[in-house]
C-alpha cells in the first residue's frame, strides 16, 4: 500500500474513524499474538469506515488487492456474497448492528483477505467485530492468520443472529 497509515500505536478509536477513516490497525505475529512494532508482523488487520470518502479511497488505491475485491467493497451493498479471486477470499456478510441507541437489525461487514492481510469494512458499529477486537486487544484469544479470525467473526456473528431468533421467536409465541 503506498498511502501513509498511522502506526499500529497511534490512538485511533474502534468507533470514531481517524482522518484516512480508519478506526483501526493491528499487527499480529506468526504464533496470533498482537504486537504493536510491524517489523514483527506475520499478518495486519485494518478495518475502515465504508461511508467515509478518504476510507474509499485508500481501500481503491490498495494495489494489493484484486480489482474485484477492490470494486466489491466500494460498490453499493448488493447482498451476501463470498468471492475469490487472485488468493484473496472477499465478501460481504450480515452481522448485528451494535446496540447503542439505534434499533438493531441486520447490517454488513465487507471484508477480504490473503494470507497477510485482512481489510475490513463496516457502515456502523457490528457486534461480532467488537467482540473479536476486545479479544484481540485483552490478549485473550490468539488469530495465527486473517482466516482464524474471520472464522471467529462470522461464528460471532451466527451465534447473535441466533439468539435474536430465538427472542424473536419467544415472543411470538408468547
Given amino acids: 500500500m503506498n498511502i501513509a497509515l498511522p502506526a499500529e500505536g497511534t490512538d485511533l478509536s474502534p468507533y470514531l474513524p481517524d482522518e484516512h477513516g480508519l478506526f483501526f490497525i493491528y499487527h499480529f ?5 498482537r504486537t504493536k512494532d ?15 470518502l478518504h476510507a474509499r479511497q485508500e481501500i481503491g488505491a490498495e ?35 451494535h446496540d447503542f441507541s439505534e434499533a438493531r437489525g ?11 492481510m485482512l481489510i475490513g469494512a463496516r457502515k456502523q458499529p457490528l ?7 476486545k479479544a484481540v486487544e485483552n490478549g485473550s484469544r490468539k488469530f495465527r492468520s486473517p482466516s482464524d479470525l474471520i472464522e471467529a467473526v462470522m461464528g460471532q456473528s ?16 408468547a
Fill in 158 to 173: 451466527l451465534d447473535g443472529m441466533s439468539g435474536e431468533l430465538g427472542k424473536l421467536g419467544d415472543a411470538l409465541t
Fill in 29 to 33: 505475529t506468526a504464533e496470533g499474538v
Fill in 38 to 52: 510491524p517489523a514483527q508482523a506475520h499478518w495486519t488487520w485494518r478495518s475502515y469506515q465504508i461511508t467515509d
Fill in 106 to 116: 441486520l447490517v454488513h461487514f465487507r471484508f477480504a483477505f490473503n494470507d497477510t
Fill in 63 to 97: 494495489q494489493a488487492l484484486p480489482a474485484p475485491a477492490r470494486d466489491a467493497f466500494l460498490a453499493p451493498s448488493h447482498g451476501c456474497h463470498i468471492d475469490y479471486e487472485d488468493g484473496w477470499l472477499y465478501g460481504d456478510l450480515p452481522d448485528l448492528k
Fill in 127 to 133: 457486534e461480532s467485530v467488537d467482540a473479536i477486537r
